[in-house]
T-cell receptor, first 117, second 112 residues
C-alpha cells in the first residue's frame, strides 16, 4: 500500500526555471493538499482540491499553480522559480466529507526538497 | 480564524520520564484538534485527534492528549518517553472548510 507518493524527492533549480511536482495517492481520497514547510513556521497551505477538476487557494498561493485532472493526482507547478520558494513541499490527502470523513486525518507523503539558486 | 500555538520550540527529557508537548488553540465554534509527528526526512504521521467526547484521547505509540476547554489547550503526553520518540511534533486545528492550521512545531529530544 503506497499511500501518498511524491516525485521527485529532491531537486535543484535555477532562478526563473519552471518545474512540476507530482503527488499521487492510491486511497481513492477526495481531498488533496499542497503545503510548504519552512523552519519555525510549521506547514503552510499553498493550494488544495476537494475533488477532481477543482482547486482552491490556501494561505500562500502566490507563485504556484495546481491542477487536479485525475482524482488520484495533484500537481504543483512553479512557473518561474524564486529563491524564496526554496522549501520542503508536502502533499497530503484525505477522505471526503461524507459520513465521518470530515473528521478523518490527512495522510502525508515524504516530501520534495526543493532548492532554488 | 482558527489557530494553534506551540509555546515551546524544544522539549528535552530523559528516557523513562514523562513527556508533555504543549498546544493551545483559538477557534470559533467547536474545536477539532490533531497531533502529528514528523521523523527526519519523512512526512507527517497522524498520532491522535479530538473531535468530541472524552477529554483524554488515546492515540498511537502510547501517546495521549488532554483536551481542556477552559484553558483552550490540547497538550500531548506520554507517561514514559523513549529515545525513539525524538522527533518534531505538530499540533493542528481544523477549520469549518476542513483545512488544517498547524503550529510551528516542537522538537522533542529524549536522551538515553
Amino acid at each position: 500500500n503506497a499511500g501518498v507518493t511524491q516525485t521527485p524527492k529532491f531537486r535543484v533549480l535555477k532562478t526563473g526555471q519552471s518545474m512540476t511536482l507530482l503527488c499521487a495517492q492510491d486511497m481513492n481520497h477526495e481531498y488533496m493538499y499542497w503545503y510548504r514547510q519552512d523552519p519555525g513556521m510549521g506547514l503552510r497551505l499553498i493550494h488544495y482540491s476537494v475533488g477532481e477538476g477543482t482547486t482552491a487557494k490556501g494561505e500562500v498561493p502566490d507563485g504556484y499553480n495546481v491542477s487536479r485532472l485525475k482524482k488520484q493526482n495533484f500537481l504543483l507547478g512553479l512557473e518561474s522559480a524564486a529563491p524564496s520558494q526554496t522549501s520542503v513541499y508536502f502533499c497530503a490527502s484525505r477522505i471526503g466529507r461524507g459520513g465521518q470523513g470530515s473528521n478523518q486525518p490527512q495522510h502525508f507523503g515524504d516530501g520534495t526538497r526543493l532548492s532554488i539558486l | 480564524a482558527q489557530s494553534v500555538a506551540q509555546p515551546e520550540d524544544q522539549v528535552n527529557v530523559a528516557e523513562g520520564n514523562p513527556l508533555t508537548v504543549k498546544c493551545t488553540y483559538s477557534v470559533s465554534g467547536n474545536p477539532y484538534l490533531f497531533w502529528y509527528v514528523q521523523y527526519p526526512n519523512r512526512g507527517l504521521q497522524f498520532l491522535l485527534k479530538y473531535i468530541t467526547g472524552d477529554n483524554l484521547v488515546k492515540g498511537s505509540y502510547g501517546f495521549e492528549a488532554e483536551f481542556n476547554k477552559s484553558q483552550t489547550s490540547f497538550h500531548l503526553k506520554k507517561p514514559s518517553a523513549l529515545v525513539s520518540d525524538s522527533a518534531l511534533y505538530f499540533c493542528a486545528v481544523r477549520d469549518m472548510n476542513y483545512k488544517l492550521s498547524f503550529g510551528a512545531g516542537t522538537t522533542v529530544t529524549v536522551r538515553a
